[in-house]
């Protein structure tokens, strides 16, 4: 079990680029989760897909935001003509059914600061 | 999904037991508690979840009271590594939901030598 990975840690852009970060779940997690958490805050949900279907997007989620989760497997986020307010820790979570319940394990995270 | 209650923040000294309560006087019966931590700069950690039972693992201990309107996070022996921010979450499981985690504003647990 290697956990969840998220790539890059940190990313510096200029207002108006657009980024991609790429979330890889634990293997076997069918479910997987983005979130986004600014300063002071608890986590935001964003976006889940249960294997490869986009099943809920939160209100936060704009038209400049998009995911994907080609094949069930690693997941991408992508925010087109970054704002400052977009400045933000980006989360991704995986789980999957034990017994009656999916707990969330959490990746390190991607720093977007938007300048 | 219920409302939670959270002290915003509590001081612990490092060896006693950390109590963290949490409130949820609106819970439902199909409805679970969970807590997780965040350290600072870092993801947040699953740390252990309940519904009517008490529950231990290696981590910590959950006391949940019998009408279930409320719950205690137990850290046995805190240390310095323990300090962070404590969320407590209640949610329902279903298959046909996503359980998406929606985290309040948690508990700042500081340990201190």
């Not at chain 1, 949900?45 to 294997?51: A, K, P, R, S, W």
Request: aromatic residues 10%; hydrophobic residues 25%; contains cysteine.
């Amino acid at each position: 079990d290697t956990g969840v990975s998220q790539n890059p840690r940190h990313k510096i852009t200029k207002r108006g680029q657009n980024v991609t970060f790429r979330c890889d779940p634990i293997s076997e997690h069918n479910r997987l989760y983005w979130y986004r958490q600014t300063l002071g805050q608890g986590p935001e949900f964003l976006t889940y897909f249960q294997n490869e279907a986009q099943l809920e997007k939160s209100r936060l989620l704009s038209d400049r935001f998009s995911a994907e989760r080609p094949k069930g497997s690693f997941s991408t986020l992508e925010i087109q003509r970054t704002e400052q307010g977009d400045s933000a820790m980006y989360l991704c979570a995986s789980s999957r059914r034990q017994g009656g319940s999916y707990e969330q394990y959490f990746g390190p995270g991607t720093r977007l600061t938007v300048t | 999904d219920a409302k939670t209650t959270q002290p915003t923040s509590m001081d612990c000294a490092e060896g006693r037991a950390a109590n963290l309560p949490c409130n949820h006087s609106t819970i439902s019966g199909n409805e679970y508690v969970y807590w997780y931590r965040q350290i600072h700069s870092q993801g947040p950690q699953y740390i252990i979840h309940g519904l009517k039972n008490n529950e231990t693992n290696e981590m910590a201990s959950l006391i949940i009271t019998e009408d279930r309107k409320s719950s205690t996070l137990i850290l046995p022996h805190a240390t310095l590594r323990d300090t962070a921010v404590y969320y407590c979450i209640v949610r329902v499981e279903r298959d046909n939901q996503g359980g998406k985690l929606i985290f309040g504003q948690g508990t700042e647990l500081s340990v201190k030598p």
